[in-house]
């Protein structure tokens, strides 16, 4: 049932029983998403590495991240994590829709969102990485207006690396 953007809201991800849910919808978008792109056994490594309810926690409670989900009616849609990165940059570390959902604006929604966070920080752009062969994504943040900054391979342990893009979206 895909669900029409205005119609959601947004929850900032703050209890253990939050985390929890949030550990289990990254779950289900990455291992649906990034098998096709980096493989099922990557895709794990990274869940559990980055995505998991203990590394969420830290992210939080430790790193200063934001996580922020998209609901409507008690079900949850997407979600996002962001970070002040320096005075004027922000990170989106992440930014998931449920396979389902898009395509119905709810990750302009939580990509507004984000920029509204950067604004209110006094940052004047967007820092994001984008998988090279995740093609979709890389169509939206150009679509938005975010500018390739440079490519990246980064080393994440186990003999895995993420092949990234690294964009800039700069704020109006």
Known sequence: MKIKQNASKLLVIESAEQI???AELANEIWTEHYAGIIGSEQTRYMLDSFQSRGAITTDIRDKGYRYTVAE????????????????DVLFLSKLYVHKENRGSGIGRALFADVADQARRAGCKSI???VNRHNKDSVAVYEHLGCILLREQRVDIGQGFFMDDFVFSCPLN
């Open 72 to 87: 409507i009616n008690g079900r949850w849609l997407g979600y996002s994590a962001t970070v002040v990165h320096s005075q």
């Open 20 to 22: 929890a849910r949030l």
């Open 127 to 129: 820092e994001l990485t």
